[in-house]
């Protein structure tokens, strides 16, 4: 996956975003202990630290300046803000070369973009899903993020962030074996 990659995801969430309705903000995700206001507060709070650890600040040095609602009283306005920064913190000539530091460790900022781009590509079907919007994903950007996921998934799930993976047919379409892997049911 590539900056290219992390683009694409990021323009899948912005689409579902942008068709968040009002009396939907609350409703159910995917993710059980996120509502559709709570899972975009997730991607802005994702999204604000990209342009402070891209700069060399620590996670000690960021602290607690983005935990709780990132996205006051117009939270498109709240993600379009933190998408645009964090696009413009991995543009940035030579940013993909620098290390990061995050809460387990130093990491190559491609890889963190490629973390990123995961998250993005996944929550866009999630915020999809909640809210009744077009699910279908990307095909090339579903492919690389499921190939930079599979050698890891045992790792990922150690983690607890992600449902153990479910069962799919053998046939199953990327986007459904993608899903599987992070606990998801197409």
Known sequence: MTFGSYEKAMAE???RARR???DQWHDATPCAEWDVR???NHLV???LWAPLLLNGAT???VGDRFDGDQLGDDPVTAWASAAAA???AFAAPGALRRSVELSYGRRPAEGYCQEMTMDLTVHAWDL???IGADEQLEE????GVLAFIEPQVDQLVGTGLFAPPVEVAEDADTQTRLLALLGRRA
Do not use: G, N, P
């Open 13 to 15: 969430f912005d689409k």
């Open 20 to 22: 968040v309705a009002a």
């Open 38 to 40: 709570q899972l975009v």
């Open 45 to 47: 709070v994702e999204q």
């Open 59 to 61: 996670v000690e040095d």
């Open 86 to 88: 964090a696009r413009e």
């Open 128 to 130: 999809a899903r909640a």
């Open 140 to 143: 090339d950007l579903v492919s």
